[in-house]
């Protein structure tokens, strides 16, 4: 079974601009969730997808958003990009939702200048 | 808040048992306690999650206190390949918001 692919691996973007980060689960999971891995703040948790519907979310600033397809590929969305947004993405994806096993992705490498 | 914390860093010598700890004093009935690990340049993976009772899989063992106030991780014997960074996460039962620990990045010595 395939595991959790993210695309694209690595980014540069500038202040001030957007980014799309990509997820796609393991086969048959309906959860996708996502994470900003930081060195000063760890891993902190972005939101959840179920089912195309946002049912959990973190503490961040609405500029950071998503949404899930049908097939429960994931996206996500950074608009306005700050430095301090620099930071490993995660993606990870479960059958029925965070309580259960997640299963992570190699995460995407977004680097703001 | 609920809260964990986490020793920054423990070492072991190979094949010998490991005990990593976390503390969730702030823990409450129905929050299920994960562990995940995360190797260099790799994302977490899951190792193990219990609620009330302990737990063992291949991976390791979860020893959850009584109380539940805090919880211990037992890899039964340390293998090169577990030095890894361990985290204690929370799931709380009634928002589902996770709770992560800070980790404890675990050395192990030939």
């Known amino acids: 079974k395939a595991g959790v692919t993210q695309t694209p691996r690595y980014l540069i973007k500038t202040r001030g601009q957007q980014v799309t980060l990509s997820c796609s689960p393991i086969?048959?999971?309906?959860?996708v969730s996502w994470y900003q891995q930081t060195p000063g703040q760890g891993l902190q948790f972005l939101f959840e997808?179920?089912?195309?519907?946002?049912?959990n979310k973190g503490n961040f600033p609405g500029r950071f958003s998503g949404r899930q397809f049908s097939n429960s590929r994931s996206e996500m969305n950074v608009s306005t990009l700050e430095l301090g947004d620099s930071a490993l993405y995660l993606c990870?994806?479960?059958?029925?939702?965070?309580?259960?096993?997640?299963?992570f992705g190699p995460g995407t490498r977004l680097t703001v200048t | 808040d609920a809260k964990t914390t986490q020793p920054n860093s423990m070492e072991s010598n190979e094949e010998e048992p490991v005990h990593l700890p976390c503390n969730h004093s702030?823990?409450?009935?129905?929050?299920?306690i994960h562990w995940y690990r995360q190797l260099p340049s790799q994302g977490p993976e899951y190792v193990i999650h219990?609620?009330?009772s302990n737990v063992n899989n291949r991976m390791a063992s979860l020893a959850i206190a009584e109380d539940r106030k805090s919880s211990t991780l037992i890899l039964h014997r340390a293998t090169l390949r577990d030095a890894a960074v361990y985290y204690c996460?929370?799931?709380?039962?009634?928002?589902?918001?996770?709770?992560f620990g800070t980790g404890t990045r675990l050395q192990v010595f030939p």
């Open positions: 219990g609620l009330t």
């Open positions: 990870a994806s479960s059958l029925e939702g965070l309580r259960y096993e997640q299963y």
């Open positions: 702030t823990i409450s009935g129905t929050d299920y």
């Open positions: 996460i929370l799931v709380l039962y009634n928002t589902d918001k996770l709770i």
């Open positions: 086969s048959g999971h309906r959860s």
């Open positions: 997808y179920f089912s195309e519907t946002q049912r």
